[in-house]
Nanobody, 128 residues
Framework: QVQLGESGGGLVQAGGSLRLSCVDS????????MGWFCQAPGKEREFVAG????????SYADSVKGRFTVSRDNAKNTVYLQMNSLKPEDTAVYYC?????????????????????WGQGTQVTVSS
C-alpha cells in the first residue's frame, strides 16, 4: 500500500529556497509516476511538477519553470521538489501524489484527476 508523507515546508523570505521531500512508506514507490501540486487559500489545487518513474522525464508549470526542480531517488522511495527563487505567490500547501497505474509509469502526468494517492501536504509560506 502506498503511503505518502511530505516534509520540508516552512517559512522563507522571498528569494530563498526550500527542498520538499515526499516519502512512500509503503515501499512500492519506484513503479509510479509522481507529481507535486499546490493549493493556495481560496484557490483550487494546481499542478506544479511531475516526474516519470525513472526520473528521465519531467514537466513543470509555467509559473515555476527555471526555479523549481523535481527529482527522485527510487532507492530511498523519495521524490523531491527543489524550490529556488521563491516568491510570495508560491505560498501554498504543497502535496505530492502518485499514479498507481503501472502502464503510465513512463509518463509525466499533469492533471489532478490522473493521480489516485495523495500525501497530507506541507505548508510553504514565502514572506515579502
Amino acid at each position: 500500500q502506498v503511503q505518502l508523507g511530505e516534509s520540508g515546508g516552512g517559512l522563507v523570505q522571498a528569494g530563498g529556497s526550500l527542498r520538499l521531500s515526499c516519502v512512500d512508506s509503503g515501499r512500492t514507490f519506484s513503479r509510479y509516476a509522481m507529481g507535486w501540486f499546490c493549493q493556495a487559500p481560496g484557490k483550487e489545487r494546481e499542478f506544479v511538477a511531475g516526474i516519470s518513474w525513472s526520473g528521465s522525464r519531467q514537466s513543470y508549470a509555467d509559473s515555476v519553470k527555471g526555479r523549481f526542480t523535481v527529482s527522485r531517488d527510487n532507492a530511498k522511495n523519495t521524490v523531491y521538489l527543489q524550490m529556488n527563487s521563491l516568491k510570495p505567490e508560491d505560498t501554498a500547501v504543497y502535496y505530492c501524489a502518485a499514479d498507481l497505474n503501472p502502464l503510465r509509469s513512463g509518463m509525466v502526468l499533469t492533471t489532478e484527476y490522473e493521480y489516485g494517492t495523495w500525501g497530507q501536504g506541507t505548508q510553504v509560506t514565502v514572506s515579502s
